[in-house]
């Protein structure tokens, strides 16, 4: 009776598996909104401490001067808008808003800021995905060519891809700018919604990811190249390039989906400075506007998104890893 508790097979038992996998759910739901929180507090208490006076800031962008204010004249607006209040009940008072779907007042747009997201989220999330499938389709043809074959050439694919993760994008914009749009004039140097003003800002994010991405695949494929099914393939007549694509290369991949739900986000926050290298619509030049101009609640509200949309595509992946592989339910 006691080989039975204690045995492996346990999980099999009925309802010891979906419990689990339930519990591991729910870690994930409780992790993610307390990440999702956290965020949203420390962007909440940066913004609170930044120099500058709020109201002072509201009454120059309205009135188009800047000038020193009296207090008579803050008064008015610090109550309105709940400026005078303790820093804990505008704290407060905030979490009220987003709890509701009220990211706030573009004070410098005079318009709400949930309306200036929308307009400006779909080319900054286009840009994404298009660097995201630019990445597979540099990783994936790169990990067949150097991996799994001769050890000098299998040093040679690591190492390029250790230098393609480690550029900074911003750098790599800059140089994509200067050789392709400056020199040759092959693209636009404003970039904009358009096909070809999409191809440098994509290969701008898609090649530090496609280095992460190689790594990861890199590291199945070699693996999995030492697995029984390799030589019972081959035993068919299967040959090695079959058996590298069919194969090998399905295996070697799971890794690399999984780290698609980070890229994803990753991409969204890095299109932010990619933007506004190339001058592109989108949240990049919102963001650097809104910065230069002090207007918090666009600048948290873009902030605040960009950290949902990271978090809820992670946790969308991790929860599918959980129901697909039985294997992740039992680690901590």
Sequence with gaps: MSDIISSPDNDALPGSGSARLLRRIALRLGAAVFVLWGTIT???LVLAVLPGDRATILLNITSGQVIERTPAELAPINAKYGFDKPIAGQYLHALSQLLHGDLGFSFELQRPVSH????QLLPTFTLAIAALLLAWLIAIPWTLLTAGHHRRLGALGSAVETIMAGLPPYWIGILLLILFAIDLRWFP??????LWGTVLPAITLAIPLAGFLGHAIRGEFERNLQQPFVLSARSRGMSLAGVRLRHVLRHALIPAITLSGWAIGNLLSGAVLVEAVFAR??????LVNAVSNKDFALVSGIVILISFLYIVINLV???????I????RGRS
């Design 189 to 194: 140097v404003v970039g904009g919604t358009s």
């Design 116 to 119: 200036i997201i929308a307009e």
């Design 281 to 286: 619509p989108g949240l990049g030049n919102v």
């Design 325 to 328: 592989d039985p294997r992740l």
């Design 317 to 323: 992946v991790d929860l599918i890893s959980l129901i």
């Design 42 to 44: 420390v962007t909440f």
